[in-house]
């Protein structure tokens, strides 16, 4: 039996090439499909392996008829319709530990440039203009970092922050006051985070629950001079609010890895000199790309062999 597998966003070569070199598999590579021509292509295949820009909707699903299993080549899901996949019998892989490390050194990498206003004045010296006093940042020794989400990003930033001797508190619902003692930062419920910090950072998954987790009511419980960061998913903060609370001066200041619609060019935030930005760069390590190739290769790997599927 050949099993036909579908790369349709770019993946390393070292997860192409176990598929390749399996004699029951057949690698297809294309990655430049719109909508309109993956629709009319899915049905050909068993596998589909995809990034995050790849949408795989429910009409998409209904028109796979071979299709057995999805290989999402990184953590975030929300660019697929699980409910419609389960439904149908497709079985959804991910990488959940493949980029957890490059994402929380992104997230510092963000904080620290935003603390200093590094891109802003980078940028200035890059227009000849040589100017000291305009970018005196804050140190973020002693500020309180508020975490949203302490799963595995989450953790691995707070225990980072803590390095840079910032107080770190956090809200998950699924974790307690002692086990953040333990973790040897604060628990706090989501307003009292927001309440008491200095720079706050989102790592939830995008759900119903977490879209425009972060609204205007949110940034109304911030302390003034505030400044966020969303390395996560465009779409837990809300776009509008936040740009109203820079506005406001409410926000000094956003990093942005993530926005609600991707790929931009444009975006009325990017307007904005408080807001420093990367264009979905957190798993964007050569680590971070070979590890979630190989992990989503070999549990496709796995499934077509009937050996245990290690991420479903
Ligand atoms: P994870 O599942 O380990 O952690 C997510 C945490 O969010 C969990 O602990 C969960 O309990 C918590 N959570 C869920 N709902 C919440 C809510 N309403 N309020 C507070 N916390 C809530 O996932 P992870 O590996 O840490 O990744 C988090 C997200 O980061 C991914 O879903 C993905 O979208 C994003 N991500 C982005 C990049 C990037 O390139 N920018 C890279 C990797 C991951
Ligand atoms: C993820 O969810 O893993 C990241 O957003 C990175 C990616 O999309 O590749």
């Not at 392996?49 to 998409?60: E, G, M, P, W």
């Not at 000291?132 to 975490?147: A, M, Q």
């Amino acid at each position: 039996m050949m099993y036909n597998v579908l790369i349709a966003d770019p993946l390393n070569a070292v997860g192409i090439l176990p598929l390749k070199n399996a004699k029951n598999i057949h690698v297809v590579v294309d990655t430049g499909l719109s909508a309109i021509q993956l629709h009319d292509k899915i049905s050909e295949f068993d596998a589909l392996i995809v990034r995050s820009q790849t949408q795989v909707t429910r009409l998409l699903l209904e028109n796979a008829s071979r299709l057995k299993i999805i290989g999402r080549a990184g953590v975030g899901v929300d660019n697929i319709d699980i409910e419609a996949a389960t439904e149908l019998g497709i079985m959804v892989v991910n990488a959940p530990n493949a980029n957890t490390n490059s994402a929380a050194e992104h997230t510092m990498a963000m904080i620290l440039a935003l603390s200093r206003k590094i891109p802003q004045a980078y940028y200035a010296l890059k227009n000849h203009q040589w100017d000291r006093k305009k970018y005196i940042g804050v140190e973020v020794r002693g500020k309180t970092l508020g975490i949203v989400g302490l799963g595995r990003i989450g953790a691995e930033v707070a225990s980072r922050a803590k390095g840079q001797r910032m107080k770190v508190i956090a809200y998950d619902p699924f974790l307690s006051p002692e086990k953040a003692a333990k973790m040897g930062i604060e628990y706090g419920m989501l307003e009292e985070v927001l309440r008491v910090s200095d720079f706050i950072t989102v790592h939830t998954p995008l759900l119903k629950e977490t879209r425009h987790l972060i609204n205007a009511q949110a940034f109304e419980l911030m302390k003034p001079g505030v400044q966020i960061i969303n390395c996560a998913r465009g779409g837990i903060i809300d776009e509008d609010a936040l740009y109203e609370a820079i506005l406001s001066n409410k926000v000094a200041g956003a990093a942005l890895d993530v926005f609600e619609e991707e790929p931009i060019s444009h975006h009325k935030l990017l307007d904005l000199p408080e807001v420093i930005a990367t264009p979905h760069l957190g798993a964007s390590t050569i680590e971070a790309q070979e590890n979630v190739a190989v992990d989503v290769s070999e549990d496709i790997l796995n499934f077509f062999s009937g050996s245990i599927v290690r991420h479903p």
